[in-house]
């Protein structure tokens, strides 16, 4: 893409997918996350995305998700997209991918409510992105955009962290972001990739036998291929993100990801033209979570106010990271509402 | 030929490449065993080791990339044919295969059986059917005929509470994609001879060629689903002469071998 152009944040996902040299789309529909599959559909076969050699539509996210993780094993860029209740469907395909070491992208649309919900904004797909929302204790990088221009970056550094440490990267963003439009800047387009595969199955490479497995029977090797996983869980604490707006001097610390800390944005300027010393401190990822730079806020005994699209998730990690060094308090609003700058003003002058 | 140890059976038949010569943790008298070796073989014989992919599914199947020497991915319960379709697509050159139990591909993974199917993945499919779930002790499989006793069924299977068993042949012969749909028997045959019990080895030699057209048929960028009749003499509770028997009288009779596709002619004219 050349030029500035207006795109949905759904669009804009597909586009850096492509931009970071994508090889296998798997989709299943779900509203409020199809026009990335949309978007990807219309460009198969684009001169431009020479690497794009697979889009397939399956019959449910459990194929999806398999096949992602079959495409992903020969060490092809694979990626797949979802919302809420496609998911939970997904987690076995990301247990296994853990366990097996296999790396890919997915994406999460966060839409509301447990269940069928609605297509409303949440975040309450929190906990279940950043503590291995599947079985067997595992974790996965959470990427957190909060503009299109993050949501057209992000699938590029997704597929480097995830081939850096052969595990699946999510991108959790949310039903606001995905519709949202905006005019971005174009990214540099990537010809290929140069990732290490040396471990992908494509046919004894290189003479040798390669077997992608997460069954150890013996507890003892079951035991020593966890550590191993565990360990590169603390590695990847190195790549920690985050965000800070006006935090030196502020009474009054907001915590908030994706599309609420746009609005804290806001909140934040306006709060400050009216002689409130508000800060923002955002999470771009939530797993590793900034825990030690947000604890030196807390140490510095500024409150913490987290606005959050659930009935308090973030928060617990907010409240570990504070360690009860400081007060936390919540803002939260649930199926599609959004706290407004004045709603979170208001709460900030109770809090002083 | 009577061969008195591993050894000398090796001696005499040869170790195929294709085989990493681990011993199998399969029950004696299982057929587990003689799929593996015949794939092995095959593989071996046709040149194709080097370029194959195994997708291994979840059942007593699951440890085949102990065994068969080739590149293995090992898939969810249920989900080794979207596996395979992720593999074959991105990367057609690679021969695709995997190994199900009849839980595996009729029970938790009917929709990716039949989608695979459907969409004409050009992969290739052994179903061994035991009429049982054999990894997890024996309960109802969707194979499990009527009246059958299993651990879920002590009583035997109640024809009003679970419905018919499945017939994937029938299932599958109703959807365009597939190129080559085969059922035969992996069990040497129980034949009544002079001096007392013998075993003709008639269809396991079949076995081996269905394996190969299979094969062919992905080669030629088709479907192949194959059905093969097996036994679980420890889940049946029998001897493993009785479950010969077992499947030559009874199984045999609800599921008979033949072909039921062969668009490609690779057993003769087409059908
Ligand atoms: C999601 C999930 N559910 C259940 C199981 C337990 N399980 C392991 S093997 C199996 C069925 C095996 O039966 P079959 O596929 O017929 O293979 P066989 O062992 O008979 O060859 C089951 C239910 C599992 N591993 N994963
Ligand atoms: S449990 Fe049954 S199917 Fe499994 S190896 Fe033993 S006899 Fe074979
Ligand atoms: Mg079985």
Request: hydrophobic share 35%; with cysteine.
């Amino acid at each position: 893409m050349n030029g500035r152009v207006l795109l949905k944040g759904n669009e804009a996902i597909a586009y850096g997918a492509l931009e970071a040299g994508l090889n296998a789309y798997f989709a299943y529909p779900i509203t409020p996350s199809t026009e990335t599959p949309e978007t990807l559909a219309k460009e198969f076969g684009n001169s431009k995305y020479p690497d794009f050699k697979v889009f397939l539509q399956a019959a449910s996210e459990l194929e999806a998700i398999n096949m992602t993780l079959g495409a992903a094993s020969t060490g092809d860029l694979a990626m797949t997209a979802t919302s809420s209740p496609g998911f939970s469907l997904k987690q076995e395909g990301i247990s296994y991918a853990v366990g097996m070491e296999v790396p890919f992208v997915i994406v999460d649309v966060n839409r509301g409510g447990p269940g069928l919900g609605n297509l409303g904004v949440e975040q309450s797909d929190y906990l279940q992105a950043t503590r291995g929302g599947g079985h067997g204790g595992y974790k996965l990088i959470v990427l957190a955009p909060n503009s299109v221009q993050e949501m057209l970056s992000f699938p590029k550094l997704a597929f480097d962290l995830a081939f850096k440490y052969r595990n699946p990267v999510l991108i959790l963003s949310d039903a606001f972001l995905g519709q949202l439009k905006e005019d971005i800047a174009p990214n540099q387009s990537a010809n290929g990739h140069n990732y290490d595969i040396s471990w992908a199955t494509l046919g004894m490479k290189n003479g040798q036998r390669h077997v992608l497995n997460s069954l150890h029977l013996e507890s003892d090797s079951q035991e020593k291929h966890e550590r191993h996983l565990y360990q590169k869980y603390v590695q990847m604490r190195n790549e920690v993100r985050f965000e800070k707006m006006d935090t030196d001097d502020a009474d009054i610390v907001l915590v908030s990801y994706g599309i609420t800390s746009r609005i804290c944005k806001s909140a934040v300027k306006t709060g400050r033209e009216n002689g409130l010393r508000i800060g923002l401190f955002r999470p771009i990822t939530l797993n590793p979570f900034p825990y030690s730079q947000l604890s030196i806020l807390a140490n510095q005994g500024k409150k913490l106010l987290v606005v959050e699209l659930n009935t308090g998730e973030m928060v617990e990690d907010v409240m570990l990271a504070a360690n009860g060094t400081t007060r936390v308090e919540q803002m939260n609003r649930l199926g599609g509402n959004v706290p407004t700058v004045a709603d979170i003003l208001a709460k900030c002058k109770e809090m002083i | 030929m009577m061969l008195q140890s591993v050894d000398e059976y090796e001696t005499k038949l040869g170790v195929p490449e294709g085989w990493t010569r681990t011993p199998t943790h399969y029950c004696p008298g299982c057929e587990h065993g003689i799929l593996t070796r015949l794939i092995a073989t095959v593989i071996e014989g046709m040149g194709i080791r080097e370029k194959t992919v195994m997708v291994d599914s979840v059942g007593c199947s699951v440890l085949a990339y102990e065994y068969l020497n080739c590149d293995h991915i090992q898939a969810p319960h249920g989900r080794a044919p979207a596996v395979m379709a992720g593999v074959k697509r991105t990367h057609p050159e690679l021969t695709v295969f995997t190994v199900q139990g009849d839980g595996d591909a009729l029970a938790i993974g009917l929709l990716g059986t039949i989608y695979a199917a459907i969409r004409a993945e050009p992969v290739t499919v052994f179903l061994y059917n035991n009429s049982i779930y054999g990894m997890t002790g024996g309960q109802m499989a969707p194979t499990t005929a009527v009246g059958q006793v299993t651990t879920t069924t002590p009583y035997g299977r109640d024809l009003q509470k679970t419905g018919n068993p499945i017939d994937i042949m029938k299932i599958l012969s109703q959807t365009e994609g597939p190129s080559y749909l085969r059922r035969g028997i992996l069990a040497p045959e129980p034949v009544e001879a002079k001096h007392g019990m013998m075993y003709q080895a008639k269809n396991v030699l079949q076995a081996k060629k269905i394996i190969e057209n299979a094969f062919k048929v992905q080669q030629k960028g088709g479907y192949s689903f194959v059905e093969f009749l097996g036994t679980c003499n420890v889940n049946w509770k029998m001897t493993v002469e009785e479950s010969k028997h077992f499947l030559y009288d009874q199984v045999a009779k609800r599921y008979p071998p033949g072909i039921f596709r062969d668009k490609l002619g690779i057993e003769g004219s087409p059908k």
